[in-house]
Nanobody
């Protein structure tokens, strides 16, 4: 079965950095787009960043552009989210997801990892 396992979340001060990782297993091929979504309490889920299966195409929410970088290592079945210049408003549960395209439906989801940014 498909499993996506996130790691790397935690508590950081504003202006700091964190690197999230998502290890995927059980996917039948590497031809999945991968996305990082986030959801803060009382807010709708937002797609923060996404990357095509080849890594050639990336997409970012306006709120994270210039601060977050998504990347993937298909040999390791792992996708990363480097988060720099973190702000308190970045506080959320971050989820990794796999789908057939960046803008399409995401079929597989991880359990989420908490990121908390203190002022």
């Amino acid at each position: 079965q498909v499993q996506l396992v996130e790691s790397g979340g935690g508590l950081v001060q504003a202006g700091g950095s964190l690197r999230l990782s998502c290890a995927a297993s059980g996917l039948t091929s590497n031809t999945y787009a991968m996305g990082w979504f986030r959801q803060a309490p009382g807010k709708e889920r937002e797609r923060a960043a996404a990357i095509s299966w080849s890594g050639a195409t990336t997409s970012y929410a306006d709120s994270v552009k210039g601060r977050f970088t998504i990347s993937r290592d298909n040999a390791k079945n792992t996708v990363y989210l480097q988060m720099n210049s973190l702000k308190p408003e970045d506080t959320a549960v971050y989820y990794c997801a796999a789908g057939l395209s960046i803008t399409g439906r995401y079929s597989y989801w991880g359990q989420g990892t908490q990121v908390t940014v203190s002022p």
